[in-house]
């Protein structure tokens, strides 16, 4: 008796959702027999392997980027569906004094005296960039601010002493040895990213990508989304 193909989908994420795809395929495995591999990087340039023709059969990005790619007919529009709510914490290098940040002031404060910063090059880091300008010291701090390279994450540079401050989405400094999780931003200054997945216009396997989203969607997936430091959307 011959039993099925095992049928394999293929998927490309930003890195902010590396750890909690990582749960959820693990989890989709237990009850599902097909084989899925979903690639991390860069949000920007997950979004330009897309636009470019490479085949995958979901895109996993922050929802502004999937909805440009539907608008572009790289990704089937109906097929979107919100996953999580991800919010940016800061962090410090481990064993270095914590700063106050509970408050918008007091992360302003902290900004300032920070010698070096850094965030990264994803929607929460053009967020940050727009409210250090309503502070008005974008120029001043402009000269301190380390660029992390798109898929290195932030919390790395601040583990190696290259940066002092480190601001990134919370379920990318969870894993990092090297430093002190200070907090999440004070909800009056809190960034959240809505991330996103959909079926490519080129999918091989968009009728299994459909069922892994469901899945990823589903009650069953909002616990290892909040282990993983994100909400369920």
Known sequence: MSTAPQTEIKGISSMA????????VELYGRQCAD???????????AAKRVQAGEVFDVVILASDAI???????????????????????VAVRA???????????????????????????????VALAKLFERWGIAQEIAPR???????????????????ELGF????????????TLVGPLPPAIQITTT?????????????AARALLAFMASPEAAAAKRRQGMDPA
Do not use: M
């Open 145 to 163: 601010i380390v660029q992390a390279p798109p898929g290195v994450p932030v919390g790395t540079l601040v583990a190696r002493g290259e940066v």
């Open 95 to 125: 064993g270095a004094p914590v700063p106050d940040i509970s408050s918008e002031d007091a992360v302003r404060r902290a900004v300032l005296a920070a010698r070096s910063l850094s965030y990264s090059t994803g929607p929460s880091g």
């Open 67 to 89: 909805g440009k790619l539907a608008a572009s007919g790289h990704v089937v529009p109906a097929s979107q569906v919100d996953l999580v709510h991800s919010g940016v914490a």
């Open 35 to 45: 084989r899925v591999t979903i690639e991390s990087v860069g949000g920007v340039d």
């Open 195 to 207: 991330f996103s997945g959909a079926i490519a216009a080129n999918a091989r396997q968009p009728g």
């Open 168 to 179: 990134q989405q919370l379920s990318e400094l969870l894993h990092v040895s090297g430093i």
């Open 17 to 24: 959702t590396r750890q909690v795809l990582a749960e959820l």
